[in-house]
Every structure is written in structure tokens, then in C-alpha cells.
């Protein structure tokens, strides 16, 4: 996440909605990708959702026929908000699906919604289990379904823990069925003998792996033994689509966070922990596509940064009494599946700088 600040030169944060130094209202202008104060100069009105519950700080073009934002208009289902907690927990998810949405958005990635573009376009459903036990996170033909439980915290960690996960947030939630909605919207019409397919083929295996089936034995026998070898998590191991999934969240985590510590300031080369040197296999790409060294070695060094800093993140956190932030290992397979969706960005947005 971007450093920002207020015309008056105080700080704002992602989720602000008012200066507190000049009391100012301030939104996020997605189409600017700035914040900015809700005024007649820079013409722009305040998202319905947020004049209406105050849980949306996303900003239109004042004369927008349109009175919801960017974000707020992929919404295909809400919960019902007359009833319980489940404002408080909507906020939360909105919250997320807008950081999603931001660092999709930097990658250069189009995002149409589905009322717009009803073959490739996003859409959203947040559904409470409560309303609805049969509903589950995942994805289908461009609508990301979110079980709404999951914005509280004791729910989501109850399960995190049930099913041995090292972590377990509602943006990981997020990034991860984006991944599948990138694959379907970009890769799953390209041609079986297409460079990207045979790629993706290479480092993450064979997609036609009967999916159900594939799941179905993870739940029932557990962690593939030696996972951690080549897998940034343990369900990344049940089928080549979860691992990609799971290495595009991760992707997403990394971009966000370097960028994130990089704009306050914190320099890697000034971190008293030695740099972690992967060897310069692990930033290489599959043979059957484009082969350039100096992005090779750009990509080795960004992530080894992040490795880095991970580290320094993850001991601040213990020195607070709370788990490790990124408790994960970076293996040279893994690095190789974050060079290819490190690649997949670039040819899917703009490249990485």
C-alpha cells in the first residue's frame, strides 16, 4: 500500500475518511489512485455506502450518474443489514475486497464488473451461513462467493485451526479466489500447446487432474508428507489450481506489503539480518517462454527483500506477544511459481517496477 497524504500534509491511511488534523472528509479516488478530500475542487462524491452506512470511503466523479463506487457496483449479494452484527462484519469484508481490489488494480489489471462485461467481468456474493448453510467461499464464472462468518475473528481462527493453517484473514480469502477468476478470465481458453498453458503446466502440473476428487483425498488422508518442499502452504499440495491460487495470494502479499514498507521508509539495506540468497534458478522462467536475465535478477532481489523483511515483521510480532506475521518458508520451487505469476502480472497489466 501507497504512502498518502492530505492536502494539509498529514498522513491518511487506506481506510480514512476524514483528516484528523484538518478535519477535512477524504476518500480513495480509485481512478487517480490517491486520497483525496471529498470537495467541489477535486469533484468527486462520497460512495452510497459510505453516506449511507459509513463503512465505504471510495470516491466517484461528482457528475457519475452512478451512486456506487467501483468497488461497492460488484456487489451481486449483500447480507441484510437490518439484521444482527452483520454491518459490523460486512464493513470488515468490504474493507478487504477494496485492498483486493486496490492491488489488482496497481498490477494494471482491468477490472470490469459482471452488470458490465457479463463473460469476463467480477462480481461478488457475501452470504452469512447463517441465512444460508449451504453456502462456501470459493469461485464460479467470475462471481467470488465469501461466506460473511468469516469477518469474525473467533469463527475464522476456530476454523484456521480445524484446518491447520499457519494464517487465515479475509484479504487472503480475497486474493485467493482471485486467482481463480484471473485463471478462468486469462488462461483457461488458451490453447492446450499455448507457452502460457505449457508454463503454467511446468510449475504448478496438470489442471486436468480431476479437481473434486483431488480435494476429496486432501481432506480425507491430510498434508501431502515433505509439502513444504514445494508449496508455499499444505492445501496448495491437493491440486495444481489450489497451488496457484495459493502462490497468486501470496504474490498479491508480497507486492502489497514491500510496497507498503518500502513507502514509510524501511529500507532492507539498512536491516541488521543477512540478505537471503536464492540461487538464480529460482528466478527463472519455464524454457518455452520469453528468457530475460536482468528481470530475472530484478525479480530475485525484490523477493529476497521481502524474505528479509518478512523476518523483521515476523520478530516485531513476537517481541508484541502475537504469531508470526508470514509464517512461511520461501522454497526455490515456490520461487520459481512466484517468477512465473511475477510474469503472468506483466502480461496480464503492467510489469512490476
Keep these: 500500500m501507497q504512502r498518502f497524504l492530505c492536502d494539509c500534509g498529514n498522513v491518511l491511511f487506506f481506510g480514512s475518511s476524514q483528516c484528523l488534523k484538518c478535519a477535512s472528509p ?34 466517484l466523479p461528482a457528475d457519475s450518474k452512478e451512486v456506487f463506487c467501483l468497488s461497492c457496483r460488484m456487489n451481486r449479494t449483500i447480507p441484510d443489514l437490518n439484521w444482527g452484527r452483520n454491518l459490523l462484519l460486512w464493513g470488515r469484508m468490504e474493507l478487504a475486497k477494496r485492498r483486493l481490489l486496490y492491488g489488482l488494480l496497481s498490477l494494471g489489471i482491468r477490472l470490469p464488473s459482471k452488470t458490465d462485461n457479463p463473460s469476463s467481468g467480477l462480481a461478488f456474493d457475501i452470504v452469512s451461513t447463517l441465512s ?6 470459493g469461485h464460479l464464472n467470475g462471481v467470488i462467493t465469501v461466506n460473511l462468518e468469516e469477518a ?25 479466489e482471485s486467482a481463480h477468476y484471473l485463471w478462468q478470465r486469462y488462461l483457461s481458453d488458451l490453447a492446450w500447446d499455448d507457452p ?5 503446466r511446468e510449475r504448478f502440473g496438470n489442471e ?11 481432506y480425507q488422508r491430510g498434508s ?19 497451488d496457484w491460487a495459493e502462490t497468486w495470494a501470496h504474490y498479491m502479499q ?15 539495506r539498512h536491516v541488521a539480518l543477512p540478505l537471503v540468497m536464492l540461487p538464480n534458478i529460482a528466478g527463472t522462467l519455464p524454457a518455452m517462454l520469453p528468457q530475460s536475465g536482468l528481470t530475472d535478477g530484478e525479480f530475485l532481489a525484490w523477493l529476497q527483500r521481502w ?7 515476523n520478530e516485531i510480532a513476537h517481541s508484541m506477544g502475537e504469531p508470526a506475521l508470514y509464517p512461511f518458508v520461501i522454497s526455490v520451487p515456490v520461487a520459481q511459481k512466484l517468477r512465473l505469476a511475477h510474469h503472468f502480472a506483466s502480461v496480464w497489466g503492467r510489469r512490476y517496477g
Excluded at 444460508?132 to 467461499?137: K, L, M
Excluded at 502460457?196 to 503454467?200: D, K, Y
Design 196 to 200: 502460457l498453458r505449457l508454463a503454467f
Design 26 to 59: 477524504v476518500g480513495y479516488d480509485p481512478a487517480r489512485g490517491l486520497m483525496v478530500k471529498i470537495s467541489t475542487e477535486h469533484r468527486v462524491k462520497l460512495c452510497q455506502n459510505g453516506v449511507k452506512h459509513r463503512l465505504c470511503n471510495w470516491l
Design 152 to 176: 469474525d475473528d473467533t469463527y475464522r481462527q476456530i476454523n484456521r485451526q480445524q484446518l491447520g493453517e499457519s494464517s487465515r484473514t479475509l484479504l487472503g480469502h480475497f486474493r485467493h
Design 208 to 218: 486436468w487432474i480431476d479437481y473434486s476428487t483431488a480435494l476429496n483425498l486432501h
Design 307 to 313: 524474505m528479509c523483511l518478512s523476518s523483521v515483521l
Design 132 to 137: 444460508n448453510p449451504t453456502v462456501t467461499t
Design 224 to 242: 501431502q508428507p515433505g509439502w513444504e518442499q514445494s508449496y508455499i502452504t499444505a492445501y496448495a499440495a491437493s491440486h495444481p489450481w489450489e
Design 254 to 268: 508480497i507486492v502489497d506489503g514491500l510496497e507498503t514498507c518500502e513507502s514509510l521508509g524501511i529500507d532492507v
